[in-house]
C-alpha cells in the first residue's frame, strides 16, 4: 500500500498508479469523506454532473493489489459493504 506523506500546506501526492487508475488530472476535484473507521476516503468529482462508479470486483481487485492487512481489510469490506 503506497504511503502518503503530508506536506508543506498539508498537501499530498496520490501516487501515479492510483491517478492513472481513476483517470485524475491535474486540476481535477476530488471529494473527501471522514469514515466512521477513521478513514479518510476521496473520490473524483464528475463535473459533468454524472458520477463514476466502479463494480465490487473492480474494488476488492484494488485492495488486494495493495496488500492490505488483515485489520485495513476488514475495515475496507465494511467501508464496500456501505456503499
Given at each position: 500500500?503506497?504511503?502518503?506523506?503530508?506536506?508543506?500546506?498539508?498537501?499530498?501526492?496520490?501516487?501515479?498508479k492510483?491517478?492513472?487508475s481513476?483517470?485524475?488530472?491535474?486540476?481535477?476535484?476530488?471529494?473527501?469523506?471522514?469514515?466512521?473507521?477513521?478513514?479518510?476516503?476521496l473520490?473524483?468529482?464528475?463535473?459533468?454532473?454524472?458520477?463514476?462508479?466502479?463494480?465490487?470486483?473492480?474494488?476488492?481487485?484494488?485492495?488486494?493489489?495493495?496488500?492490505?492487512?488483515?485489520?485495513?481489510?476488514?475495515?475496507?469490506?465494511?467501508?464496500?459493504?456501505?456503499?
Amino acid at each position: 500500500m503506497p504511503i502518503l506523506q503530508i506536506r508543506r500546506n498539508f498537501q499530498i501526492t496520490i501516487p501515479s498508479k492510483l491517478r492513472k487508475s481513476l483517470g485524475i488530472q491535474e486540476g481535477d476535484l476530488l471529494d473527501a469523506e471522514l469514515t466512521d473507521y477513521e478513514a479518510i476516503i476521496l473520490r473524483p468529482r464528475a463535473l459533468t454532473g454524472k458520477k463514476r462508479t466502479f463494480e465490487k470486483s473492480e474494488i476488492q481487485q484494488w485492495l488486494k493489489e495493495d496488500e492490505l492487512s488483515e485489520v485495513e481489510m476488514k475495515i475496507a469490506q465494511k467501508i464496500l459493504e456501505k456503499s
